[in-house]
């Protein structure tokens, strides 16, 4: 049953936008990304978050998310930037792309998304939230940042002046004014390259390429952290030429040191006709790659793969050694030399930060209860869902479950009195089968199976489990109509 727009709670409340211009017809003309759509009193843009509301641009989604969840870097597709930082990522509503293979259509496609889904946070909340766990990174991330500018804009400044870094994990189909007022507060950027073919760009994902070559330039130019992504789409931009023409706009435009993942895709939303991307095809694209010129190159969403390491290019050791999204730097010092023949390599190290105390009251072992989560087949990493009724703090350990580092604490996760929290957990070693939770009474935990980086699970794992391991849930049932909801010149 599609959602009407007006049915939401979250659609009611709006705040005032950037970047746009009124016309002398009482439509506004929005300036975020390069649809440029012009939006007719009453209505919404393409992204179905930003509204003419009384001749005004205004937006629905300010300061409203999917829960904030920590998570390490490597989770963004950032392999040179602080390996195995923590990091809170935090995601919204809507998208200014569709792409019928989207991973995330259950939150960057508005007219799915339902309150139960939506928090709200304020800048000062979320920063708070960093500093009080030692996180000195804040990810914007999940649906597509972009349609997020205004609370993005004023959480990073924020952010920054508590020494915070900010990511921003994004396909960039923005304008250059949107890209330009990014460049002043976020120091990462990982870009998801969709294709150099135009024709794939508005044929699957409803976007241009043009744009997002030419934004994703300028931030690199500005001497931002940029890393490019590449989601490899079985039948789709597998090939070889793809590869190659991907590498060369990256070695030409970019350089040659500026890291390329190829990253496996899943089946999902509108695009379930084909399987994962067979292992060979993404190999064959990084040996192009690297045979481009291109020095860093990886593989996502794959585990136990050589691949996702990280090599010195003068001795060839192992400098960071990465399973799934945990990674290990014991190669590099803290200047980002390599151990074994003391290169200068190109990675940015940063000092972790402390995390507040707490004051954290611990219980006995009798009170304390455990939850297990179990990987199967794709599924490898989860989110585990943690709210805290009790009215002191807590702590809540996660510990592996199975094989040889049975019982071994792999996060601590202190939790403050009724609040809740998310943190992702995945599969670390090649022989664990699982996690366990362990919870105080009074503390209540909900997993929700995470099949790929960078996918923000809404259901639980009770709901979701199926007979498939290779397919998440929700699936997309058909095409909602989107008549009289949005009504955007594009
Ligand atoms: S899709 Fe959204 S962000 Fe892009 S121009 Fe339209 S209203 Fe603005």
Redesign the pocket.
Known sequence: MPLDLRTNEWQQESSAAKLWTSRPDGTVQ????????V?KEGR????R??VNRGGELQTLNYGKSVAMTEESIETEAVYHFSPGARILSMGNI?C?MNCDYCHNWKTSQAVHVTDDTVHKYTPEQVVESALERGINVISWTYNDP??WHEFVLDTASLAREHGIINLYKSAFFISLEGATELADVIDIFSLSLKSMDPAFYRRLTKGRLEPVLEATEYVFRRGRHVEVSNLVVTDANDTAEDAQKVAEWVVNALSPETPLHFVRFHPDYKYTQVGRTPIDRLERARQVALDTGIKYCYLGNVYDHPATHSYCPNCNAKVVERYGLVARPTGLDEEARCRSCQTKLPFVMVQKPKAAELPIQEVPADRIKERQQLWRGDVKAAHVEIDNHDDVARMVRVVVDGGGHDGEVIREVPIMAKSRFRVIVCKSFGDDRGVRVLAPEGVEVTCYEVFDRAHFPTLPAETAVTESDSVPLPLFVGMPSTRGAAD?E?
Do not use: D, E
Not at 30 to 37: A, E, M, Q, V, W
């Open positions: 929005c300036h975020l990304s390069p649809r440029n759509c939006i919404a843009g393409f992204c978050v930003r809507g200014m972009v349609v955007a594009v």
